[in-house]
């Protein structure tokens, strides 16, 4: 259930990830600001756990199956931290990514109880598991030959995404602020313009 | 051409502002913090020119016309950091401000030339006034007796606010930036209940 992909997805993977309500999408970039660092890797996983990782050659500028994926309507796309992979997608590759669920912007609205809003902490405490997050400050630049242990944490950096949006959904609701996450997403798009366009605290009084 | 209301605007003033399709609009409070600092004074001026103070009473929750107007789909309220004013009419009064323009968003997006964006220097810049601040931090709660400067003040806040508006818009449109302002005005709604929530962040990585 883990597949490597070059430059796009197949239609054959395009038209399997359609049929998902939700994806979970990631991505590793050579660093975090998208006009000096390339996009190498976009990881997928559906609601079955089927993960795919699509290799994004350098000066790469389209991928249009991956595009018509981000971008299709009836497919939630979740990320972790989606302000970023959201700005990355759209500069590297022109794709608009919606709709969009963020589990760091679910986990501060309702895990008010702690400060600790990292994937790592996310994926402890709702399902169990421990994440190996050493790869995280890696080259993903030599994208045609990752490490395995490159490759496994990239996987499971989608691969508890969608048990943890549908437990932060839960949480969400019974603390009656799934409306206002809804609201939160749907500002992101916004913001990524803004962040784009270099603008900084345009809604700060300062 | 400069009129003072208590507790709410009279019917007929209502039905003259929802002709307009642009109104200026100001508060006064105690302080910056809602939850804290009582609103004591809306202020509201049409493209006429006409300019309206409303003195809000201590523990006064409700201005049923005034919310009608603030409320009402077919007239943009154009404010001076609209984000303050929207979490204080929301918090004391129950208004949900909508539509609304934001002066202090439209200069940072519009006049990446400068850092100034306070009121002051925008009507300085785009109207050739000098406004007198001095009675800016001065006690509005003293709201059945204020005096000649705060009134002239409170009325000065939103007399030069349209035609600075007019000019943002302008500007925005030739630097291809109306739609992004558009934009981030239809995110201040979301930001206002945050806010209100004492949620700080949501959207950073931290
Ligand atoms: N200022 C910043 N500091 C750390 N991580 C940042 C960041 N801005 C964006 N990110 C991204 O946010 C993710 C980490 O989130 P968290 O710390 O909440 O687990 C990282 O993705 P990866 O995990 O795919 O490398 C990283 O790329
Ligand atoms: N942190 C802050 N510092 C200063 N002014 C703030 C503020 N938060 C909100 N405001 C409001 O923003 C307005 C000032 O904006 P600017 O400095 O851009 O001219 C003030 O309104 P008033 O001018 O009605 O008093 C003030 O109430």
Redesign the interface.
């Known amino acids: 259930n883990f597949q490597v992909c070059d430059r796009d997805i197949s239609e054959e993977i395009l038209s399997t990830y359609l049929t998902a309500d939700r994806l979970a999408v990631d991505t590793e970039t050579m660093g975090l600001l998208p006009w000096r660092d390339r996009l190498c890797l976009v990881q997928l996983c559906d609601p079955k756990g089927q993960v795919t990782a699509v290799r994004i050659a350098k000066d790469q500028t389209e991928a249009p199956n991956l595009q018509k994926l981000l971008e299709a309507t009836n497919t939630l796309k979740v990320f972790h931290?989606a302000?970023?992979d959201m700005a990355t997608l759209l500069y590297h590759l022109d794709i608009d990514v919606n709709p969009v669920f963020c589990t760091?912007?679910a986990s501060?609205?309702v895990r008010t109880y702690t400060q600790k809003h990292g994937l790592k902490e996310l994926v402890q405490e709702l399902e169990q598991v421990e994440l190996d997050k050493t790869s995280q400050s890696s080259d993903w630049g030599n994208v045609g030959n990752l490490s395995d242990d490159q490759l496994n944490y990239a996987a499971n950096d989608v691969r508890y995404l969608l048990n943890v949006q549908q437990k932060l959904v839960t949480m969400l609701e019974r603390e009656e602020r799934l409306d206002?996450a809804q609201?939160?997403f749907?500002?992101?798009?916004?913001?990524i313009?803004?962040d784009l366009?270099h603008?900084k605290?345009?809604?700060e009084?300062h």
Chains 1, 2 share one sequence.
């Open positions: 931290f302000r970023f760091k912007i501060k609205l206002l609201n939160c749907e500002c992101l798009s916004t913001i313009t803004l366009l603008f605290d345009i809604f009084h």
